[in-house]
């Protein structure tokens, strides 16, 4: 009996201290960023988005100037087909347009992927510069506010805009990192 009685004494002692420490936790504060604004909206986002969008045009312009060459060439190569019965070393020669035709094609379309390619990978390199340069500045104004917690704006259903550090994160931003390279370093061969 004295055995039980000690024992839910201890018991009780453990879950009063358990609820007693549970108490002493301090509220979690909560402040919202959202990065797709600080990437769209700072002063590095806005520059390298200018380079970025300078890029893209001439990506595209160089997809659609050798879509249009190589369209012309295969209508043009579709009419110089020989007829059936037609001598060997004309066959021949068209055979060979023909080929020259598919090993520059195949070239065309390597030189846009790789070049589609590069321009992806500059972006994302934008991206992560601006997203490493506000880490920082995110850290410093959770110690002004006193939050133990930073979420993502996407992350959030409801927030209200008290909580709401974007504007701020993005002007300091500005400050420390006005410009970011728009050329992604060599990929490691």
């Known amino acids: 009996m004295k055995y039980l009685l000690t024992s839910a004494a201890a018991a009780a002692l453990i879950l009063g ?3 007693a420490s ?3 936790v301090p509220a979690a504060t909560v402040i919202i960023v959202d990065m797709d604004q600080v990437i769209l909206n700072s002063a590095a986002g806005k520059a390298a988005s ?7 045009d001439a990506l595209q312009a160089r997809a659609t100037s050798l879509q249009t060459q190589f369209g012309n060439e295969e209508q043009a ?9 037609a001598a060997p070393a004309v066959i021949t020669a068209f055979q ?5 035709y598919s090993s520059r094609r195949q070239a065309a379309e390597a030189e846009i992927n790789n070049r589609s390619r590069d321009f992806q990978a500059s972006r994302q390199y934008v991206i992560k510069q601006i997203q490493d340069g506000a880490n920082p500045v995110i850290s410093t104004i959770m110690r ?10 996407g992350a959030t259903l409801q927030h209200s805009a ?6 701020d994160v993005t002007a300091r931003l500005d400050r420390s990192l ?6 992604a370093p060599a990929a490691p061969k």
């Open 17 to 19: 201290a358990g609820a």
């Open 162 to 167: 008290s909580i709401d550090v974007t504007a």
């Open 178 to 183: 006005p410009r970011v390279s728009t050329v």
């Open 144 to 153: 002004e506010r006193g939050a133990s917690i930073v979420m993502a704006e």
């Open 22 to 24: 549970a108490q002493t």
């Open 50 to 56: 200018t380079e970025l969008k300078t890029k893209s």
């Open 77 to 85: 190569l579709a009419k110089s087909q020989p007829a059936q019965g």
């Open 96 to 100: 060979a347009k023909a080929r020259d």
